[in-house]
Structures are given as structure tokens and as C-alpha cells.
């Protein structure tokens, strides 16, 4: 027989185990907003060969002085450098970063249009999900997902 899950048993877990799922959410909270800045940052530079700090705030839909904060944090991560004059630029661990990103929103966008989420829903939807996923969920999705293709 198998464990019943939270849904299935609302008692409340041991407290090792419930803090260690808030430590994993409060770190997906973290890394999310890198993870964010560094696919767009990225996303800017491959459309239009550079990423300006007036870009990333529209685009984000933030005001320019939490960009700025933010990017210097980026910086400070080795996630991104600064050109004077010039746009916002990827390190190698930035442009790592942000495959490992734009793979995991693929996998998770994929999978819920496999199972019936309509494709703009899905892609806003993967937008946060792929954040706070772990690796098994998300070996899972794509599994999944590679089935479903097989039978289509």
C-alpha cells in the first residue's frame, strides 16, 4: 500500500520534514529572481544584441532603480557585467544559469499543455513553477511529456 499523501492525510508532518519544504521554497524564492533577470537579460541580448537597463524594467514591469539594485547584485553573484555606456552583458555563468532556465520552463511548459493547460496559460503558468520544482518533478514533467509524444 502506498503512503498516503498531505492531501490524502491532513495531519501535519513532522517538523523536520516541513521545515526543510519551506527552506527549499524560501531558496527557490532566491535563486527565482536571478534565474529571471538572466533568461531575459539573455533573451534581450539574442533579439537585439544588447540588454539596457530601461529594457529588463519594462520587460519586467519594475521601475529602473530595483533593476539597478538588482543588477548589482547580479554582478556581485558573477552573473553579469557592466560596460559604461553600453548594455548589460552575461558572464559564462550567467549564460549557463540561464539555459538551465529556459530548459526547465521548456519542460514544465510542455508538460502542462500535455496534460490540457491551453498553451498561453501554460507558458505563463511555467513561468513560476519552474523555480520551485525539484529535479525529480521535474525528471517527472519530462518523462511525461516524452511519453505523450510517443503517442501522438
Same mark, same amino acid.
Given at each position: 500500500?502506498?503512503r ?19 527552506r527549499?521554497a ?29 529594457d529588463?524594467?519594462?520587460r519586467?514591469g ?11 547584485r547580479? /554582478?556581485?553573484? *558573477?552573473? &553579469?557585467? !557592466? ?8 558572464? $559564462?555563468?550567467? =549564460?549557463?544559469? +540561464?539555459?538551465?532556465?529556459? /530548459?526547465?520552463? *521548456?519542460? &514544465?511548459? !510542455? ?8 498553451? $498561453?496559460?501554460? =507558458?505563463?503558468? +511555467? ?16 518523462l ?6 510517443? =503517442?501522438?
Amino acid at each position: 500500500m502506498s503512503r498516503p499523501t498531505h492531501a490524502d492525510d491532513p495531519s501535519l508532518p513532522d517538523a523536520d520534514v516541513q521545515a526543510e519544504a519551506f527552506r527549499q521554497a524560501r531558496e527557490a524564492r532566491k535563486v527565482e529572481l536571478f534565474e529571471d533577470y538572466v533568461e531575459l537579460i539573455d533573451d534581450l541580448i539574442r533579439d537585439g544584441g544588447e540588454a539596457r537597463q530601461v529594457d529588463i524594467a519594462a520587460r519586467l514591469g519594475v521601475a529602473q532603480p530595483t533593476v539597478a539594485r538588482m543588477l548589482k547584485r547580479l /554582478i556581485e553573484e *558573477g552573473l &553579469v557585467s !557592466r560596460k559604461p555606456y553600453r548594455g548589460v552583458f552575461l558572464t $559564462e555563468r550567467g =549564460r549557463t544559469l +540561464a539555459e538551465q532556465s529556459r /530548459i526547465r520552463h *521548456g519542460i &514544465v511548459e !510542455r508538460f502542462l499543455i500535455d496534460i490540457g493547460v491551453d498553451p $498561453e496559460t501554460a =507558458r505563463r503558468d +511555467a513561468e513560476g513553477i519552474e523555480h520551485h520544482v525539484s529535479e525529480a518533478t521535474l525528471e517527472a514533467f519530462r518523462l511525461y511529456s516524452a511519453g505523450c509524444a510517443r =503517442r501522438r
